[in-house]
Protein backbone atom coordinates (compact mmCIF):
# COMPACT_ATOMS: atom_id res chain seq x y z
CA UNK A 1 0.00 0.00 0.00
CA UNK A 2 2.03 2.98 -1.24
CA UNK A 3 1.64 5.69 1.22
CA UNK A 4 1.01 9.87 0.41
CA UNK A 5 2.17 10.84 -2.44
CA UNK A 6 3.33 14.30 -3.27
CA UNK A 7 4.75 15.89 -6.62
CA UNK A 8 6.61 17.91 -7.59
CA UNK A 9 9.07 17.06 -4.75
CA UNK A 10 10.83 19.78 -5.61
CA UNK A 11 9.15 23.41 -7.85
CA UNK A 12 11.04 26.61 -8.73
CA UNK A 13 8.79 29.23 -10.53
CA UNK A 14 9.66 32.95 -10.71
CA UNK A 15 7.53 36.12 -9.33
CA UNK A 16 4.06 35.94 -10.96
CA UNK A 17 3.89 32.52 -12.36
CA UNK A 18 1.54 29.67 -11.03
CA UNK A 19 2.71 27.01 -8.94
CA UNK A 20 0.70 23.98 -8.96
CA UNK A 21 1.13 21.10 -6.35
CA UNK A 22 -0.38 17.44 -6.37
CA UNK A 23 -1.22 14.86 -3.45
CA UNK A 24 -2.69 11.63 -3.67
CA UNK A 25 -3.66 10.26 -0.68
CA UNK A 26 -3.31 7.28 0.82
CA UNK A 27 -5.40 4.12 -0.96
CA UNK A 28 -8.90 4.36 1.12
CA UNK A 29 -8.13 7.20 2.43
CA UNK A 30 -10.80 10.37 1.44
CA UNK A 31 -9.58 13.43 3.57
CA UNK A 32 -6.69 15.46 2.86
CA UNK A 33 -5.01 18.12 4.77
CA UNK A 34 -2.67 20.76 3.36
CA UNK A 35 0.18 22.39 5.85
CA UNK A 36 2.49 24.92 4.56
CA UNK A 37 6.32 24.71 6.89
CA UNK A 38 7.56 28.43 6.68
CA UNK A 39 11.61 28.57 6.88
CA UNK A 40 12.70 28.16 10.21
CA UNK A 41 9.02 28.20 11.19
CA UNK A 42 6.82 25.25 12.41
CA UNK A 43 3.94 23.63 10.37
CA UNK A 44 0.88 25.32 9.82
CA UNK A 45 -2.83 24.09 8.91
CA UNK A 46 -3.90 25.34 5.71
CA UNK A 47 -6.88 23.54 4.42
CA UNK A 48 -8.83 20.32 4.98
CA UNK A 49 -10.67 19.05 1.93
CA UNK A 50 -13.27 15.45 1.34
CA UNK A 51 -13.62 14.45 -1.64
CA UNK A 52 -15.31 17.57 -3.95
CA UNK A 53 -15.82 19.40 -0.37
CA UNK A 54 -13.61 21.90 1.31
CA UNK A 55 -14.37 21.36 4.92
CA UNK A 56 -12.18 23.99 6.53
CA UNK A 57 -9.97 26.58 4.99
CA UNK A 58 -9.41 28.91 7.67
CA UNK A 59 -5.60 28.69 7.52
CA UNK A 60 -5.24 29.30 3.89
CA UNK A 61 -4.43 32.40 2.62
CA UNK A 62 -7.99 34.57 1.27
CA UNK A 63 -6.02 35.98 -1.84
CA UNK A 64 -3.99 33.74 -4.77
CA UNK A 65 -4.53 30.10 -2.88
CA UNK A 66 -6.77 27.73 -3.77
CA UNK A 67 -7.36 23.75 -3.48
CA UNK A 68 -9.45 21.11 -4.67
CA UNK A 69 -9.74 17.60 -4.34
CA UNK A 70 -11.99 15.94 -7.31
CA UNK A 71 -13.98 12.87 -7.13
CA UNK A 72 -11.12 11.72 -9.13
CA UNK A 73 -7.48 12.08 -9.28
CA UNK A 74 -5.24 13.81 -6.71
CA UNK A 75 -5.85 16.49 -4.80
CA UNK A 76 -4.33 20.14 -5.97
CA UNK A 77 -2.70 23.18 -4.22
CA UNK A 78 -2.46 25.52 -6.27
CA UNK A 79 -0.80 29.48 -5.54
CA UNK A 80 -1.76 32.14 -8.51
CA UNK A 81 1.11 34.93 -8.81
CA UNK A 82 3.44 33.35 -6.75
CA UNK A 83 5.45 35.55 -4.27
CA UNK A 84 8.67 35.02 -2.40
CA UNK A 85 7.13 34.55 0.48
CA UNK A 86 5.41 31.46 -0.86
CA UNK A 87 8.83 30.11 -0.72
CA UNK A 88 8.06 26.71 1.47
CA UNK A 89 7.60 23.32 2.40
CA UNK A 90 4.27 22.06 1.86
CA UNK A 91 3.02 19.17 3.10
CA UNK A 92 -0.37 16.66 2.41
CA UNK A 93 -1.22 14.00 5.12
CA UNK A 94 -4.42 11.93 4.58
CA UNK A 95 -6.75 10.38 6.76
CA UNK A 96 -9.20 7.48 6.02
CA UNK A 97 -12.68 8.93 7.61
CA UNK A 98 -13.45 11.61 10.11
CA UNK A 99 -13.80 10.11 13.55
CA UNK A 100 -12.22 11.45 16.61
CA UNK A 101 -9.68 9.57 16.36
CA UNK A 102 -8.07 11.01 13.12
CA UNK A 103 -4.34 9.46 12.46
CA UNK A 104 -2.79 11.78 9.70
CA UNK A 105 -0.34 9.71 7.05
CA UNK A 106 2.07 12.62 5.89
CA UNK A 107 3.57 12.88 2.05
CA UNK A 108 7.15 13.88 1.49
CA UNK A 109 6.38 17.50 1.36
CA UNK A 110 7.02 19.79 -2.06
CA UNK A 111 9.53 22.30 -1.54
CA UNK A 112 8.45 26.01 -3.30
CA UNK A 113 11.33 28.12 -4.01
CA UNK A 114 10.23 31.49 -5.58
CA UNK A 115 13.02 33.23 -7.65
CA UNK B 1 1.05 31.99 24.03
CA UNK B 2 1.03 29.82 21.44
CA UNK B 3 -1.78 27.01 22.15
CA UNK B 4 0.73 24.32 21.70
CA UNK B 5 4.35 24.75 23.29
CA UNK B 6 6.97 22.61 23.52
CA UNK B 7 10.08 22.29 25.59
CA UNK B 8 13.32 22.56 25.23
CA UNK B 9 13.51 24.08 21.72
CA UNK B 10 16.84 22.64 21.88
CA UNK B 11 18.34 19.15 22.80
CA UNK B 12 22.03 17.84 22.83
CA UNK B 13 22.48 14.32 23.74
CA UNK B 14 25.20 11.29 23.97
CA UNK B 15 24.00 8.13 22.52
CA UNK B 16 22.88 6.17 25.06
CA UNK B 17 20.85 8.85 27.12
CA UNK B 18 17.20 8.89 27.97
CA UNK B 19 15.58 11.59 26.29
CA UNK B 20 12.42 13.40 27.41
CA UNK B 21 10.57 15.70 25.14
CA UNK B 22 7.83 17.74 26.59
CA UNK B 23 4.29 19.17 25.38
CA UNK B 24 1.79 21.31 27.08
CA UNK B 25 -1.25 22.69 25.01
CA UNK B 26 -4.16 24.74 26.16
CA UNK B 27 -6.87 23.96 23.79
CA UNK B 28 -9.77 20.76 23.86
CA UNK B 29 -8.15 18.19 21.81
CA UNK B 30 -9.40 14.97 19.90
CA UNK B 31 -6.15 13.34 20.00
CA UNK B 32 -2.31 14.29 20.05
CA UNK B 33 0.28 13.61 18.01
CA UNK B 34 4.04 13.17 18.28
CA UNK B 35 5.71 13.81 14.36
CA UNK B 36 9.30 13.68 13.65
CA UNK B 37 10.42 15.25 10.74
CA UNK B 38 14.45 14.38 9.56
CA UNK B 39 16.86 16.41 8.12
CA UNK B 40 15.64 15.59 4.78
CA UNK B 41 12.16 17.83 5.85
CA UNK B 42 9.83 14.25 5.66
CA UNK B 43 7.54 14.09 8.45
CA UNK B 44 7.15 10.82 10.09
CA UNK B 45 3.88 10.14 12.31
CA UNK B 46 5.23 8.14 15.48
CA UNK B 47 2.32 8.37 18.18
CA UNK B 48 -1.20 9.32 17.87
CA UNK B 49 -2.89 9.08 21.36
CA UNK B 50 -6.25 10.46 23.30
CA UNK B 51 -4.87 8.77 27.10
CA UNK B 52 -2.33 6.99 28.60
CA UNK B 53 0.76 5.67 27.05
CA UNK B 54 1.89 3.78 23.76
CA UNK B 55 5.36 2.17 23.40
CA UNK B 56 7.32 2.15 19.96
CA UNK B 57 10.67 0.31 20.00
CA UNK B 58 12.89 2.95 21.78
CA UNK B 59 10.23 5.65 21.98
CA UNK B 60 7.25 6.22 24.76
CA UNK B 61 4.83 8.91 24.39
CA UNK B 62 2.38 9.30 27.73
CA UNK B 63 -0.65 11.90 27.75
CA UNK B 64 -2.05 13.34 30.80
CA UNK B 65 -5.51 14.78 29.63
CA UNK B 66 -6.21 16.66 33.01
CA UNK B 67 -2.62 18.04 33.05
CA UNK B 68 -3.11 18.93 29.24
CA UNK B 69 0.78 17.63 29.17
CA UNK B 70 2.46 14.91 27.06
CA UNK B 71 5.99 13.61 26.82
CA UNK B 72 8.06 11.41 24.65
CA UNK B 73 11.11 9.65 25.82
CA UNK B 74 13.30 8.03 23.59
CA UNK B 75 15.40 5.73 25.75
CA UNK B 76 19.25 4.65 24.70
CA UNK B 77 19.46 7.44 22.26
CA UNK B 78 21.33 6.75 19.31
CA UNK B 79 22.51 9.63 15.98
CA UNK B 80 19.87 8.55 13.83
CA UNK B 81 17.17 9.59 16.46
CA UNK B 82 18.56 13.00 15.58
CA UNK B 83 15.87 14.95 14.37
CA UNK B 84 13.23 17.33 15.21
CA UNK B 85 9.92 16.52 17.16
CA UNK B 86 6.85 18.23 16.70
CA UNK B 87 4.07 17.65 19.17
CA UNK B 88 0.64 18.66 17.40
CA UNK B 89 -2.88 18.33 18.82
CA UNK B 90 -6.35 17.66 16.81
CA UNK B 91 -8.61 20.13 18.55
CA UNK B 92 -12.37 19.55 18.75
CA UNK B 93 -13.11 20.45 14.94
CA UNK B 94 -9.74 18.01 13.75
CA UNK B 95 -7.31 20.88 12.92
CA UNK B 96 -3.88 19.83 13.47
CA UNK B 97 -2.34 22.78 15.77
CA UNK B 98 1.83 22.29 15.69
CA UNK B 99 3.90 23.04 18.32
CA UNK B 100 7.49 24.19 17.36
CA UNK B 101 9.57 21.87 17.43
CA UNK B 102 12.15 19.97 19.43
CA UNK B 103 15.47 19.90 17.67
CA UNK B 104 17.33 16.80 18.85
CA UNK B 105 20.67 15.91 18.18
CA UNK B 106 22.10 12.78 19.73
CA UNK B 107 26.31 12.70 19.40
CA UNK B 108 28.00 9.65 19.35
Known amino acids: NAGVMQNPRHLVRRRGQEARLRCSPMKGHSHVYWYRQLPEEGLKFMVYLQKENIIDESGMPKERFSAEFPKEGPSILRIQQVVRGDSAAYFC?????????????FGPGTRLTVL | KNEVEQSPQNLTAQEGEFITINCSYSVGISALHWLQQHPGGGIVSLFM???GKKKHGRLIATINIQEKHSSLHITASHPRDSAVYIC??????????FGAGTRLTVKP
Open chain 1, 93 to 105: ASSPSITSYNEQF
Open chain 2, 49 to 51: LSS
Open chain 2, 88 to 97: AVSDNNNDMR
